[in-house]
């Protein structure tokens, strides 16, 4: 049961500096996937709003550009501090809309705090550059070039449901402290958490104009906000089909992508499989499995697969299944739906010879951890995304096999190798068509400063502190002739 500090949260969106209702009166109820009760309700904003939101923020950015670095600086570090205080709160709505245990929730909304202040201060080290023409064949020393970096425009920012406060202001903090305005289109499970950061960066002196919400369901206004042609960049996050789908409709506008994920972890028999299990089974089961970046199959060697199998089923058994506010490891998945395809592969996957080695138990939409082993390329877990807590175990006869297995899939975020030779770690990371490989290490987005980036159908473009305000600026130069 939810507890009695818990109410129906009926948030309006910002739309030119006002909180308000949307013009037709239409509203989205919001569930918790923990038990079901009504938690809130939020504005389902209309084809016109949508396009009121774009020329909001369009006017708005025209004076933000031209606003002191310092001064874009301190209404970060103001909003950083209102997070911090009403940690407890937006953490507690987190809990309650997308089912991550309470710890977990507040220690998002601290992580971002500390993502928006190093956002600010790396913008201030992003400085231009003087280019003189005699270091070029031909070039004459009378002629330099002075670059500088500029504001795109209105950014789109579109978050997932998963980490619906990190991820949105690892949009928007880079946008604003670049020069853009936003259109924030929050995941309609999420969006309450959303909502209630905007309004902590409202108190700490958000321009009129300068971010506005719009909440809606993504197939009704969807493709009103990609194809707005007020929109100049648009960073979202989200499955890989949705996302090049967007891609195809936004045309020539610039995209950030962060998709999905088929992240392996590849055992070599000489690893240290305590080390392994430990760092495998919190890859794959924080947060149920509902990360892009979790690791979502295991390759391994024959001689070591009973052992680390052995070692991967102990601590998955340790972790505590329930519900969000009782701090449990393994909470509901975000809904029925979810659940039924993370169902779907485990049966799948039995009815092609795979083992059952802890788990396969379901409750609604809460599913125990499970841990497959023998499974077969044949089944559809070896290679489709669950979001979901189901960890299947494929087993290889040579490191060259697990390469090309991992290489086949579609997804190319992040890898793991485990393995005490760095020569054979470093010789299979290079070979791993991915964004990110981790030694000896969990799959894992952070730390914030790192890039971050996906190849194949996990994304395009490059996220991080440093890499998000670059991606949310461009370069323009200005040549002088002596």
């Not at 507690?92 to 600010?120: C, F, G, N, P, Y």
Request: aromatic share 4%; proline share 4%.
């Amino acid at each position: 049961m939810l507890t009695n500090s818990v109410k129906a949260e009926q948030k309006n969106i910002l739309l030119n500096g006002e909180w308000k209702e949307s013009e037709n009166g239409n509203r989205i109820t919001l569930n918790s996937p923990s038990n079901g009760e009504v938690i809130g309700s939020v504005p389902a904003l209309s084809e016109k709003e949508v396009n009121k939101a774009v020329e909001t923020a369009s006017a708005a950015q025209k004076e933000w550009k031209n606003t002191a670095l310092h001064e874009r600086k301190q209404l970060l570090y103001r909003w950083a501090d209102n997070l911090v205080e009403n940690k407890e709160k937006i953490g507690h709505m987190i809990m309650q809309e997308v089912a991550k245990k309470k710890s977990s929730a507040i220690d998002e909304v601290v992580r971002t705090a500390d993502l928006i202040r190093h956002t600010a201060e790396e913008a201030c080290r992003i400085t231009g550059d003087l280019l003189t023409g005699d270091s070029y064949n031909g070039g004459s020393p009378n002629k330099i070039a002075q670059v500088n970096r500029v504001p795109l425009g209105v950014v789109l920012a579109i978050a997932p449901f998963n980490y619906p406060v990190n991820l949105s202001a690892s949009k928007i903090a880079p946008a604003l402290m670049m020069g853009n305005s936003v259109v924030f289109k929050p995941a309609t499970q999420g969006s309450l958490s959303g909502i209630m950061m905007i309004e902590e960066l409202d108190k700490a002196g958000l321009p009129e104009g300068l971010v506005n919400i719009a909440t809606g369901r993504g197939s009704e206004i969807g493709d009103a906000l990609v194809t707005n042609p007020g929109i100049n960049q648009i960073s979202f996050t989200g499955g890989s089909e949705t996302g090049m789908n967007l891609a195809k409709k936004a045309s020539m506008v610039p995209m950030v992508l962060e998709l999905g994920g088929k992240d392996p972890a590849i055992v070599l028999e000489d690893a240290d499989l305590d080390k392994a299990a430990k760092e495998i089974v919190a890859g794959a089961f924080s947060y149920s499995g509902q990360r892009c970046t979790a690791i979502k199959r295991v390759l391994v060697k024959e001689d070591t697969a009973d052992e680390l199998v052995a070692k991967i089923k102990e601590k998955a058994e340790e972790l505590k299944v329930g519900q969000p506010e009782e701090n449990a490891d393994i909470t509901p998945l975000i809904n029925e739906k979810s659940a039924d395809y993370v169902q779907g592969l485990i049966d799948d996957a039995i009815d092609k010879g795979a083992e059952v080695i802890t788990g396969d138990d379901r409750n609604g939409s809460l599913l125990a951890p499970t841990l497959l082993d023998k499974v077969t390329t044949e089944s559809r877990v070896a290679w489709e995304e669950p979001f979901g807590p189901v960890l299947p175990m494929i087993r290889v006869k040579s490191e060259e096999e697990a390469v090309q297995i991992a290489n086949e899939s579609e997804y190319g975020l992040q890898a793991s190798v485990f393995t005490q030779d760095i020569d054979a770690a470093n010789r299979i990371a290079d070979q791993l068509e991915v964004g990110s490989v981790q030694l000896n290490g969990k799959t894992s987005r952070g730390p914030d400063h790192f890039p971050f980036l996906g190849v194949k159908q996990s994304g395009q473009g490059v996220q991080g502190v440093r890499y998000s305000l670059l991606s949310l600026s461009r370069e323009k130069v200005k040549v002088f002739n002596g």
